[in-house]
């Protein structure tokens, strides 16, 4: 039986709203994208929504709105995926990291406290696999010390902090939908914020810096083409019509990997704190100390079970190591957590054969190791 790690849900509405898309004559910067826009932001409960091509490019516009520059240092997560430490160096930026929590594996507010210095400017936080971090003292610590708030939202739509949505929790959010996550638009992201300036800035730049008034041609500032197409905004506005079900439909699916793998000895499953309403974007377990993780996603892999490490910690990718001179040790509960995760087969559809399989295949390789 062939299980893949990830496979996106496309209906026939999907098809349908693209095709639509194509017996027009507007690809880009039309009314799909408008609608896009405000889909998202009500997901949010925000005033506005900048749809771009990737998370990675909302980030990004995100950090040059706030006018992050040379030096400025911003504290962020060393257990995530790259893109949330690179758009801060692109603006040369300087990513601080402070270390996780081992049950959330989300930032941890106590190490962002001891992390500020006068350079520091702003703190990036990432909501990992779809659990929000602990907003609000990251809120009070960033309003104690002047500092900005970036929410990292990429893994995280329709989750909620204290019921208050992803998206809502800092300055500005980035929501994004590459084929693995939650909803999809093959490529894509949204910029969510309430803040005006920080929504007019990220608006300019994604369309090579033009300005409001869209006089051709006139470019007012610096900017990008980061522009989401007419095609891949109304695959948007199709699939966030049916956001609520997917999120129920990877909700049931947790819920059968909880029972399916509950009581198998030296596997722990992902923790939920009080505070938070999960958005499932991976299914991801730990293994005991002294279980090779690395034979066990083997044997997974020999038997045609997709899974993969989440995540392999930022400071250690080799260029951070380079540039900064980072080493092991560094962030030890970062460091411990990434030598024992797998991320197991989930999307929406998978059956219950499916996981049956996946559960035999992975009780029998831990046994192998007993």
Request: one cysteine or more.
């Amino acid at each position: 039986m062939k299980v893949p790690l990830s496979a996106p849900d496309i209906s026939k509405d999907d098809i349908s709203a693209v095709m639509s898309v194509l017996q027009t004559n507007q690809l880009s910067i039309g009314p799909k994208l408008i609608e896009f826009e405000k889909v998202m932001t009500d997901w949010a409960g925000q005033k506005h929504g900048i749809a771009v091509n990737s998370g990675t490019s909302g980030l990004h516009l995100i950090v040059r709105a706030m006018d992050l520059k040379d030096g400025d240092e911003v504290i962020t997560t060393p257990f995530s995926f790259i893109a949330s430490s690179n758009c801060l160096l692109f603006e040369r930026a300087v990513p601080v990291f402070a270390d996780i929590e081992p049950d959330t594996l989300n930032i941890d507010p106590s190490a962002i406290e001891r992390a500020i210095t006068p350079k520091t400017k702003a703190i990036l936080a990432v909501h990992a696999f779809g659990h929000p971090a602990d907003m609000d003292p990251i809120r009070e610590i960033a309003q104690r010390h002047s500092l900005r708030v970036i929410e990292d939202s990429c893994e995280a739509i329709g989750a909620q902090y204290k019921g208050r949505p992803a998206g809502s929790l800092g300055d500005a959010g980035v929501f994004a939908f590459y084929p693995n996550k939650q909803m999809t638009t093959g490529e894509g992201g949204v910029i969510v914020t309430d803040d005006d300036e920080i929504a007019a800035l990220c608006r300019s730049m994604r369309n090579q810096g033009r300005g409001e008034g869209d006089r051709w041609l006139f470019h007012e500032r610096l900017g990008y083409n980061y522009r989401l197409d007419e095609l891949s905004c109304a695959l948007g506005v199709s699939q966030a019509a049916r956001l609520e079900e997917i999120l129920a439909m990877r909700t049931d699916v947790a819920q059968r990997y909880h029972q399916r793998l509950a009581g198998i000895d030296g596997v722990s499953l992902p923790f939920t704190a009080d505070y938070a309403k999960i958005s499932w974007f991976i299914y991801v377990i730990r293994l005991a100390a002294g279980i090779d993780r690395d034979k066990v996603m083997q044997a997974l892999t020999d038997n045609d079970i997709g899974c993969r490490p989440y995540f392999t910690p930022i400071h250690l990718q080799p260029f951070f190591r380079e540039m900064f001179g980072y080493k092991d040790g560094d962030f030890p509960v970062t460091e411990q957590v990434a030598k024992s995760t797998i991320a197991l087969p989930f999307y929406n559809r998978i059956t219950d054969e499916q996981i049956d399989y996946v559960a035999d295949m992975l009780e029998k390789a831990i046994r192998q190791q007993r």
